[in-house]
């Protein structure tokens, strides 16, 4: 089992849809989780970063942390063509160095 | 320049050749590192720098040799490599080496090895 599962997509929506991106884990140690964006030909960006568990708004985006059931999300409001890009998560424990990825879902928001 | 910067963006060389990828950050930042991105598979950390000192190696191949000159400036010498070595390789850097609060990536380096 994948420590971090992300369904690949592509996912297709109209503009000002909301999107719902989700990943499961298997390590119940994961304590900080991040969503980042990558468009093609470009390096991803941190996009939301969440402590345990909870809600963080920022903008048109929320992620959610539900550590009971090892899931996280990454909604978007009012889509935009703008928002088409991979959305990876990732997530950490406290110490060591390593960031566990997702392998990040394909999003297209059409016009 | 802002950011993270990666040079070459593109690399094509055979089998047999030796080049080298050079990552700058200017962010003041304290840690530096090197992913590997193949396609549709999760990044993949190879190492990690901390004030210019290795504290991580991923147990990747001795093809693969980094190099910290300083915290700003980060190398990644290739040597005989193979062509499953194919990828995106970002550098990253971060405030600190546990990198608790997330990446800046620069936009990579896409090499193919024929």
């Known amino acids: 089992q994948k420590e971090v599962e992300q369904d690949p997509g592509p996912l297709s929506v109209p503009e000002g849809a909301i999107v719902s991106l989700n990943c499961t884990y298997s390590?119940?140690?994961?304590?900080?989780f991040m969503w980042y964006r990558q468009y093609s030909r470009k390096g991803p960006e941190l996009l939301m970063y969440?402590?345990?568990?909870g809600n963080k708004e920022d903008g048109r985006f929320t992620a959610q942390v539900d550590k009971s059931s090892k899931y996280i999300s990454l909604f978007i409001r009012d889509s935009q063509p703008s928002d088409s890009a991979t959305y990876l998560c990732?997530?950490?424990?406290?110490?060591?160095?390593?960031?566990?990825f997702g392998a990040g879902t394909r999003l297209f928001v059409k016009a | 320049e802002t950011g993270v910067t990666q040079t070459p963006r593109h690399l094509v060389m055979g089998m047999t050749n030796k080049k080298s990828l050079k990552c700058e950050q200017h962010?003041?930042?304290?840690?530096m590192y090197w992913y590997k991105q193949s396609a549709k598979k999760p990044l993949e950390l190879m190492f990690v720098?901390?004030?210019?000192?290795?504290?991580e190696n991923n147990s990747v191949p001795s093809r693969f040799s980094p190099e910290c000159p300083n915290s700003s400036h980060l190398f990644l010498h290739l040597h005989t490599l193979q062509p499953e070595d194919s990828a995106l390789y970002l550098c990253?850097?971060?405030?600190?080496?546990?990198?608790?609060?997330?990446?800046?990536f620069g936009s990579g380096t896409r090499l193919t090895v024929v």
């Open positions: 962010l003041g930042h304290n840690a």
């Open positions: 390590n119940s140690a994961f304590q900080y």
């Open positions: 990732a997530m950490k424990t406290t110490g060591g160095f390593k960031t566990i």
């Open positions: 720098y901390s004030l210019e000192e290795r504290v």
């Open positions: 990253a850097s971060s405030q600190e080496s546990q990198a608790l609060y997330g990446y800046t």
């Open positions: 969440t402590y345990s568990s």
